[in-house]
């Protein structure tokens, strides 16, 4: 049977994972290389690097980084930050990474997707969306920028479009949740996975393995992703993995 | 030495490196010449069908039927395993080599497609690709069409209906699947394919 799909995510700053609380206050959380292979070792289905900083700096910093992450890897890698072009993306590729993640650039110029789409495949396009419930209303307004500026378009009719265009997945963050541990925005990932046909992979909230249930059952989920959850030893993702397993959610065990 | 073949699809650096970790003599090539001199051919894929039909302009074709031909093993992976068939649905128009007789097909309405994750394979104890790879062991998948169940599938997987995982036949070998992202289970059938 397909299993879901749990994902550890690095978030990086000039070569080091930290993890923000709602995208600030980061602290310091280890060796991106080393951290990928402790979290493939223990049962990580994937990894996701995203270069919190990229946007504004440090691409050699980063290159030098996937590569390292990318030697001793062998389960499907994910890089995300600051890639606005094909050329940027061929890069990341021939560092080791098997799929990269845009965003902002996606929203600024969707062609971008298409051309990387054309190039190296849909399997290899994340469309990664930053989404925030708009109060008072039931859709999610798309962030770019790392949080930082409104783009103006709701997150599911973006999820839609990104799909035409040839994105190969949809990874969807919790503005509302992110670093909170409360558990996954399940409503904003069922409204989008239910409007695609693509991969939807939940993001943002993750504190314990009910909160992975849920969004898979509730959320429609194909996966879900996390980060602070794994770093700081909160919870093994040996022991996450064998709990959501005994609620009835097929996950790969034992890799 | 083993060849990588590259015809401009998708990236190849995850084969290479996980043969690099095996300690394999390899390289990414596109040049006809060197894959006629290959002692292994290795022919990943990515995307579309239709990128497949730069084989036929480029000569690579003709050096992969050609070493085939001769006896030289053979991994297609992903579009590469699909490219052995005869045609897939996904480019009516473009030929496949045919070294595997029937046609790849899409999923069925039913499911979500592309299938992608980590998917588990039944498979036969007997297959020289799968020594030491216990049954139902999960590999990654990434694919909107599969290939039939033939008399040369060793190894079925279930989504939305059973297809061919893994095929085998004398020194031709293909897997829909990438073990090259499989973790220990990938690299143990790359070890066995090396091995040949």
Known sequence: ????????????????????????????????????????????????????????????????????????????????????????????????????????????????????????????????????????????????????????RDAVVWAREAESLGAGEILLTSMDRDGTGVGFDCELTRAVADSVRIPVIASGGAGGAQHFVEVFREGHADAALAASIFHYGFSRLVDLKQEIGSQGIPVRWPC | MIAIVDYGAGNLVSVKKAMDWLGQECAITSDPGQVEKAAKIVLPGVGHFASTAALGRSGLRDAIADAIGRGVPFLGICVGMQWMYERSQESPQTPGLGVLNGECERFPANVKSPHVGWNQLEGAPSSRLLRGVPQSSFVYFTHSFRAPVTETTVAVCDYGGRFSAVVERDHLFGVQFHPEKSGEIGLTMLANFCAL
Not at chain 1, 20 to 39: I, M, S, Y
Not at chain 1, 117 to 137: C, L, M, P, W, Y
């Open chain 1, 1 to 152: 049977m397909l299993t879901k799909r749990i994902i550890a995510c690095l978030d990086v700053d000039g070569g080091r994972v930290v993890k923000g609380v709602q995208f600030e206050n980061l602290r310091d959380a280890g060796d991106p290389a080393e951290l990928a292979k402790v979290h493939s070792a223990s049962g990580a289905d994937e990894i996701v690097l995203l270069d919190i900083s990229a946007a504004h700096e440090r691409r050699a910093t980063l290159l030098d980084t996937v590569r390292r992450a990318a030697r001793e890897l062998f389960i499907p890698f994910t890089v995300g930050g600051g890639i606005r072009t094909r050329e940027d993306a061929a890069a990341v590729f021939s560092a080791g990474a098997d799929k990269i993640s845009i965003n902002s650039a996606a929203l600024a110029d969707p062609t971008v997707i298409t051309q990387i789409a054309e190039r190296f495949g849909s399997q290899a396009v994340v469309v990664a969306i930053d989404a925030k419930h708009s109060d008072g209303t039931s859709h999610w307004e798309t962030f770019t920028h790392g949080g930082r500026s409104p783009a103006g």
